[in-house]
T-cell receptor
Framework: EDQVTQSPEALRLQEGESSSLNCSYT??????LFWYRQDPGKGPEFLFT???AGEEKEKERLKATLTKKESFLHITAPKPEDSATYLC??????????FGKGTRLSVIA | ETGVTQTPRHLVMGMTNKKSLKCEQH?????MYWYKQSAKKPLELMFV???????ENNSVPSRFSPECPNSSHLFLHLHTLQPEDSALYLC??????????????FGEGSRLTVL
């Protein structure tokens, strides 16, 4: 059974304090790993797709990386507007996405 | 504005009521999805429609009944729900069916409370 585990469950950072969120996965035949951002009261917003180990994607202060067992979402010098829940999901073969429970990030000014 | 609009945004219903959630996408996508989001749980896929045909039904109780009259509209009909069905119901669309892409465009959700 495909599984996705995100850690930590919640993370509180000072503005400018860089850190990383983790997404560990077990899946047979990874087709893609996806990161989403969800603001309170809204639906998830797509951020990145990673397809193979060693791949990296960047967007503003966010950088996503992928190994054969996990993905990291690195946040460099975060700002309060980066506060949100970050969701990780994997897709195996021709099957629907399997989501993790998310990491709730709070960035304090 | 994601191009996926859900109504109503909030709904309170009794266990004997019948109501419907509506989703409309303006992105020209041909696949649409219903997800359930509960506190402390991962997003749960409920239904997938591709080209107006249901291609996925994740053992959802029959008190939830989807309808996809065309590729732009998706409904979730609700009847005789239970309090544990209270959750955020999210609609999403994608350019192709879930077998080909994980890039989903979500609406803002309908917050359902069952009394």
């Amino acid at each position: 059974e495909d599984q996705v585990t995100q850690s930590p469950e919640a993370l509180r950072l000072q503005e400018g304090e860089s850190s990383s969120l983790n997404c560990s996965y077990t899946v047979s035949g990874l087709r893609g790993l996806f990161w989403y951002r969800q603001d309170p009261g809204k639906g998830p917003e797509f951020l990145f797709t990673l397809y193979s180990a060693g791949e990296e994607k960047e967007k503003e202060r966010l950088k996503a990386t992928l190994t054969k067992k996990e993905s990291f979402l690195h946040i460099t010098a975060p700002k309060p507007e980066d506060s949100a829940t970050y969701l990780c999901a994997v897709q195996a073969g021709n099957t629907p996405l399997v989501f993790g429970k998310g990491t709730r990030l709070s960035v304090i000014a | 504005e994601t191009g996926v609009t859900q109504t109503p945004r909030h709904l309170v219903m009794g266990m004997t009521n019948k109501k419907s959630l509506k989703c409309e996408q303006h992105l020209g996508h041909n696949a649409m999805y219903w997800y359930k989001q509960s506190a402390k749980k991962p997003l749960e896929l409920m239904f997938v429609y591709s080209l107006e045909e249901r291609v996925e039904n994740n053992s959802v109780p029959s008190r939830f009944s989807p309808e996809c009259p065309n590729s732009s509209h998706l409904f979730l009909h609700l009847h005789t729900l239970q309090p544990e069905d209270s959750a955020l119901y999210l609609c999403a669309s994608s350019p192709r069916s879930s077998g080909n892409t994980g890039e989903l465009f979500f609406g803002e959700g309908s917050r359902l409370t069952v009394l």
